[in-house]
């Protein structure tokens, strides 16, 4: 018997010493941070300061150092986690989660996927970035309806969803963004304090309390209608499929085009293969090669594509395509999402006020871009057009709002007036009309195209 409760004593004891944050709470619930020290976290990269007060994980901002990152010494893949943010007004801040550090990456950088928070007049709290790696995936303006979710100086709930390629965010119980995206599985969580730039920076504050993880039997909260973002090429999501979205490209047919004036897809310089419908650079004698889908879209819908440019490209996707505006049969007239290289083509220096810029509606209204909202050539943008029942236009490049106004609107015709359209009676107030992709002798490619009738 004596030895029995000296064993029954050892066990008692050791799951007395046992950290919080290895215990179960009711719900199937995990404690990553037990109230009292850093037990199971670590800190990499900046050296801002990390300790505990009055049960809670407080970082402090430090002048000179780089971002700084307290993280989960375990890698986590799927998962709900639930944290109590508070933060200081001046201070940006994050949520790493599914993030790595590589010796090989950056010398060691932590990179991956940051649930923002974003106390400044922006609101981009819950917002999904890629720290050190792609930049922003899913900045407010897609929904600006959730900007007004977090509260400054209070504590604030985050809820983060990351349950196979699925990505959600919810602040205060508002959905907030989803994203769906396989470029990395599982990672560490990490609470990130921003490097700060100048010293009336220094010393600022913020604070995680709550923290607390699921791993098993995983349980999503119900469908919202949000925006979602889909980087997987040529895919849809089911939550996307609910919402209504269709694809007009599923990276094999292109059976839901043809060439503009024809009935059959080009035999020439078009091709759809390798997941990219591709038009290929023209040697001078032929251009005006557009093709355009088979199906009408109007009066109201969404319009999404990617887009890669070469060097010097010039091209663009239009909608509300009115076959009545063009004679020659090759080149449709449409309200145009321009697509072109800035930099090195012309015709960005043409126009007026830059209204022949990327991702403007070409030669009408200019887009206004913010820094850093272009991916550098070879690389993929994102391209979305909104027509909504009330005639409201928007265009949005890799999430951000560039272009709006109103179809009809007085605007709207003193812009017309002043364009190369100006002749073109009932330009842009076609109630339905094709999506075309166009030629302009440049070498573009596109995918993930896809749209939703509203």
């Known amino acids: 018997m004596k030895k029995i409760k000296i064993a029954f004593i050892g066990l008692l004891s050791l799951a007395v010493c046992l950290p919080a944050f290895s215990q179960k709470s009711k719900g199937g619930w995990q404690n990553l941070f037990n109230g009292k020290d850093l037990t199971g976290w670590k800190q990499l990269n900046g050296q801002a300061k990390y300790e505990v007060k009055d049960g809670a994980i407080v970082g402090t901002s430090v002048m000179g150092t780089p971002n ?29 989660i599914r993030s790595l550090s590589k010796p090989d990456y950056q010398n060691g950088r932590v990179h991956g996927y940051q649930v923002e928070i974003d106390p400044s007049d922006r609101a981009y709290s819950a917002g999904i970035y890629d720290e050190a790696r792609r930049g922003w995936l899913y900045p407010l303006d897609l929904n600006p309806d959730a900007k007004t979710a977090f509260k400054k100086e209070q504590w604030n709930k985050y809820r983060i969803e990351a349950i196979g390629n699925s990505i959600r965010t919810f602040l205060n119980g508002v959905a907030v963004a989803h994203v769906i995206d396989d470029m990395t599985p599982s990672g560490f969580i990490c609470l990130q304090v921003h490097s700060i730039g100048s010293k009336d920076l220094e010393a600022t504050q913020v604070s995680w309390k709550n923290v607390r993880i699921q791993t098993t039997n995983l349980k ?34 292109a059976d839901q085009w043809r060439s503009y004036g024809g009935t059959d897809f080009p035999s020439k310089r078009w091709a759809y293969n390798d997941g990219t419908i591709t038009i290929s650079k023209s040697d001078g004698s032929e251009t005006g090669n557009d093709i355009v889908t088979k199906k009408l879209y109007g009066p109201a819908f969404e319009f999404e594509f990617e887009f890669k440019l070469t060097e010097g490209a010039n091209s663009g996707v239009k909608y509300f395509v009115d076959q009545k505006f063009s004679a020659n049969g090759k080149s449709g007239i449409g309200c145009e999402y321009q697509v072109l290289d800035d930099e090195k083509h012309p015709d960005a220096k043409l126009g007026k006020n830059g209204n022949r810029t990327i991702a403007s509606f070409y030669d009408v209204i200019p887009a206004d871009r913010p820094k850093n909202s272009v991916k550098k050539i070879g690389e993929w943008n994102q391209g979305r057009i909104v027509v909504q029942k009330d005639g409201t236009v928007q265009h949005f490049l890799n999430g951000y709002k560039v272009v709006e106004y109103v179809r009809g609107s007085p605007q709207f015709k003193d812009f017309v007036m002043s364009s190369k359209f100006k002749n073109f009676e009932g330009f842009g107030m076609s109630q339905q009309g094709n999506l075309l992709l166009q030629d302009h002798g440049d070498n573009v490619s596109f995918r993930s195209l896809k749209v939703r009738e509203l």
């Open 220 to 253: 999503p909260s119900p469908a919202s209608n949000i925006r979602i973002v889909n980087l997987i090429p040529n895919a849809l999501d089911a939550a996307e499929k609910a919402q209504g979205w269709s694809l007009l490209y599923d990276g094999k047919t």
């Open 68 to 96: 700084s990152f307290l993280t989960t010494e375990k890698d986590y893949g799927d998962f709900i986690l639930e944290v109590d943010v508070k933060v200081d007004n001046k201070l940006n801040s994050g949520i790493q």
